[in-house]
């Protein structure tokens, strides 16, 4: 018996520490939860936390030890006497006093909360929603609170709720940089067709309504057995009811496609459909390969519409692919401007300058004001985790990624059919690391997109002018869509070392204006 025939669905218990999204009302509202409480959570989580080569729980006991250091500090300096505007006790009924969430440790709260979703274990997912909770509680209006929440509860399958989630964060937000939309309206597809193909699995089973109701466990065991042993006829109403059973208790996603996959492979084979391994057994009880086929690809389409969103043109819009090569090409002999996303490039007068230039070159959320930026986008150069900006429609489109599934992805799900019309391709995706072979042992933080694309065009040499504007490596602030200027300036990039490495190069610099050609 393969290992795919032993696995069996998980029969949800009414003690079970994650319940079916059917029979939890709490995952979908916000309970509320003290600050204090949510703090000694996190301290005892943290004491759970043992070395380990897992890379990802290791950057969350880091959250960990900065969040609960963080709260240790304001509470000394407040026992000290000082006025405290940030963390405060507030009078309640019942019981003394109650933190009040203040700016200070906000950031490192939802920072435990993301690197516990990135972990995405049982545990570390139901920390990241009584983060959640405790946020939400006194800050309901929290983008990144509702954002945090919704992929938590993707993650945990409780997709009804984590809709719900998303559609708070896209109530509260005028940019949507992180393509919550798209998702939100994938998963609502996802949800239609999963339905459609069970309903057709349940008009073309009627035996299957005999098996609805009783245990997932035993009904998947007795068909798996019965399967092994060649009676398809008897095994299919069992693997069927099994399916129903676990739609109509509200099982997580992944647990229903987990089982739907495993049940279409096996129909699959037993059809003794070319390619499939197996050879037939006597009536399929599947109507005919037809059927199958339609299953199969119902199945198909709600796995990618809940990974990417509907998409209205496969095809992008009839993008193509740019090679190193070619994209060398098409700036040879061109000057080329590279705009900062700056305060001191926004409080400027630069643009009719800036528009001059052959090319202009952009980064990730850029925000246009004419008489300051100047209007013009050529190349918009962004990193793969986010989507501002992709929407604008440029003439190549560069998009950075270190890890080459995570870029993919990012594009299969971002990308906007005709926005551009040329798009890098894996050969430009992480130009320092994979063109320049400059491992993390020279260089040890990661390349920002501004640099990625400079150090691209500085290997390149074959531009006429190459200048920065307005690049004072955020000295003067960020400039950026307004969504983007909530979020922080991150610290896994080393700007001074950025910096060091074109004022070696630069050949001329003024306020506003860093000539490298």
């Not at 996190?42 to 709260?71: F, P």
């Not at 035996?207 to 065991?221: C, I, K, N, Q, Y």
């Not at 043109?313 to 692919?321: A, K, Q």
């Not at 401007?337 to 230039?357: K, P």
Request: net charge neutral; aromatic share 6%.
């Amino acid at each position: 018996m393969t290992k795919a025939r032993t696995r069996w669905p998980r029969q949800r218990d009414a003690e079970d520490s994650l319940p079916p999204e059917g029979g939890t009302t709490h995952l979908a509202t916000v309970q509320p939860t003290e600050l204090e409480t949510c703090l000694r959570a996190c301290a005892a989580h943290s004491g759970k936390l043992v070395a380990g080569l897992d890379r990802r729980r290791t950057a969350l006991a880091e959250a960990l030890r900065n969040l609960l250091a963080t709260h240790a500090g304001m509470e000394q300096t407040s026992s000290g006497g000082s006025p405290i505007p940030l963390l405060r006790r507030t009078a309640k009924a019942g019981s003394g006093s109650a933190l009040v969430l203040g700016d200070k440790l906000l950031d490192p709260l939802l920072a435990v909360g993301n690197k516990a979703l990135d972990c995405g274990y049982e545990d570390e997912l139901k920390l990241a929603i009584l983060i959640t909770d405790t946020v939400l509680t006194q800050r309901k209006r929290s983008r990144a609170s509702w954002r945090l929440r919704a992929r938590t509860l993707e993650a945990m399958g409780a997709e009804t709720a984590a809709v719900e989630a998303y559609e708070h964060y896209l109530d509260l937000t005028d940019e949507d940089g992180f393509g919550v939309a798209a998702k939100t309206a994938g998963l609502r597809v996802g949800a239609e067709r999963q339905s459609e193909l069970l309903r057709k699995l349940e008009r073309d089973c009627p035996e299957a309504a005999a098996f609805v109701g009783r245990s997932v466990t035993d009904s998947w065991a007795e068909g798996l057995e019965l399967h092994g042993r060649g009676a398809w006829n008897e095994a299919r109403p069992r693997l069927i009811g099994a399916l129903l059973t676990q739609e109509r208790a509200g099982a997580p996603v992944p647990e229903i496609q987990e089982a739907l996959a495993q049940y279409l492979g096996l129909a699959l084979e037993v059809s003794g459909a070319a390619g499939s391994g197996g050879s037939t057994r006597g009536n399929t009880g599947t109507g005919d390969l037809a059927l199958l086929t339609d299953l199969i690809a119902l199945y198909a389409e709600q796995r990618r519409t809940r990974m990417r969103g509907p998409i209205a043109d496969p095809t992008f819009g009839g993008v193509e692919w740019t090679t190193l090569g070619e994209f060398r090409n098409r700036i040879a002999g061109k000057s080329i401007c590279l705009i900062a996303n700056s305060q001191r490039v926004g409080t400027g007068s630069m643009g009719a300058e800036i528009d001059a230039y052959d090319l202009v070159v952009r980064f990730n959320s850029y925000k246009i004001d004419p008489s300051a930026t100047g209007k013009r986008t050529d190349i918009h150069a962004t990193i793969h985790k986010h989507g501002f900006n992709w929407d604008q429609k440029v003439h190549t489109r560069l998009v950075f990624g270190g890890t080459s599934g995570d870029w993919k992805y990012s594009l299969r799900n971002r990308l906007v059919p005709g926005a551009q019309q040329y798009l890098g391709d894996e050969s430009l995706r992480w130009p320092l690391r994979d063109i320049g072979k400059v491992g993390a042992d020279v260089w040890p933080a990661i390349p920002t997109s501004g640099f990625n694309m400079l150090w691209l065009l500085d290997y390149l040499d074959v531009s006429t002018q190459l200048d920065l504007i307005g690049f004072d490596f955020y000295e003067s602030g960020a400039y950026r869509l307004p969504a983007a200027m909530k979020m922080p300036i991150t610290s896994v990039h080393e700007y001074t070392s950025e910096k060091a490495w074109v004022m070696e190069r630069a050949q001329s610099v003024t306020d506003m204006r860093i000539r490298l050609r």
